[in-house]
């Protein structure tokens, strides 16, 4: 199951403690003051990485502790620094530490960002000594390191997104062009989660269908939408089994620029979708007008494997020309 969404709770380490202790050296017991200093605690970082389901291995066990500092030691030795923490999160991601209201983007793979520092390591009796204090008993403890919720929310950085009205057709060419399997069925909400194929290395994502309004909240609104505007490019299926297909086209149009005006500008293909159920002249006087917008327009039908095999291989092309730098 592709998971999206998900609050971990993660804690830096604490810093290790400062210690009293004492030099020992012949004839002289109490030689000076000899406590090393606690070292630090490990930090958290996140980690963005190719694997767009890297949450999903979260979802059993979402707690996460970097390593505590080790305590100071005798002969003025500080105590060993903690291991910093890295957690893995899908490249796209955005995250939220909901406790101290700091957010973080990892955009691009093997970014990297601290979230949660560790606590510094306490003081020994050494660092006390003084010209007025030459035999000091204090010491330090550490100091915890920052803990709490953080919030992690993907927006896919996928090559492709297919979008349309639920019943468009998208999960059936997705698993036409790829290996997805995603789930098909006569009827709206078939997809409730974006599902992925990948096409000659060229990820593919079936964003779930919008509805008249999603900009606004309803239906799968937001939580989808935000999956579109990271996407390079755009199929945007459109049902001719539908008594106005132009129309349908123009509102999807309207809920993508209410969204984000940047989705105006992305790249998008038209694809007129079950061409098997409606007459050749019907089809050709829908494609004739959304050819007005400039943007490419092919047709797709369950009848015609070929209509799949030529999209797949324009699509592939295309992409290895424009995107494969």
């Known amino acids: 199951m592709f998971v999206d969404e998900l609050t971990i709770y993660a804690k830096a380490g604490d810093g290790g403690d400062g210690v009293v202790r004492w030099r020992h ?8 003051p000899a406590g090393g200093n606690g070292g630090n605690g490990g930090d958290v970082y996140v980690r963005a990485v190719k694997d767009l389901n890297r949450l999903s291995k979260y979802t ?10 080790e305590a100071g030691t005798n002969q003025s030795k500080a105590g060993r620094n903690g291991e910093d923490l890295y957690i893995d999160v899908p490249v796209g991601s955005r995250i939220t530490d909901t406790e101290r209201h700091r957010t973080f983007e990892l ?7 601290r979230i949660l520092k560790g606590g510094s390591g306490g003081l020994g009796n050494e660092y006390f000594k003084s010209s007025v204090n030459r035999a000091p008993e204090q010491a330090t403890k550490g100091r915890a390191g920052e803990a709490g919720n953080i919030a992690v929310e993907v927006s896919l950085m996928v090559d492709v997104g297919l979008v349309g009205f639920p019943n468009a057709g998208k999960s059936t060419l997705l698993n036409q ?27 593919i994502a079936d964003i779930p269908g919008l509805i008249t309004g999603a900009a606004a909240g309803k239906g799968l609104g937001h939580k989808f939408l935000r999956h579109i505007s990271r996407t390079k490019m755009l199929l945007h299926l459109v049902s001719l089994d539908h008594e106005d297909p132009v129309s349908q086209y123009y509102t999807i149009r309207e809920e993508l620029s209410q969204y984000s005006k940047t989705l105006n500008d992305k790249e998008e293909w038209i694809i007129l979708t079950k061409k098997d159920l409606v007459e050749k002249g019907f089809t050709d006087t829908v494609a004739e007008e959304l050819a007005k917008t400039e943007n490419r327009v092919l047709v797709i039908g369950q009848d015609d494997p070929e209509s799949y095999k030529t999209l797949q ?8 020309d424009t995107y494969n730098t």
């Open 25 to 32: 050296e012949k004839f002289k017991p109490l030689a000076g």
């Open 60 to 69: 059993g066990n979402n707690h996460f502790y970097a390593e505590n500092g």
């Open 177 to 203: 062009l790829t290996n997805a399997k995603s789930r098909i069925g006569a009827y709206p909400f078939t997809t409730v989660e974006p599902h992925l194929g990948d096409l000659y290395g060229f990820v």
């Open 107 to 113: 955009t691009t793979v093997g970014a990297v960002e």
């Open 313 to 320: 291989d324009s699509l592939v092309s295309h992409l290895r």
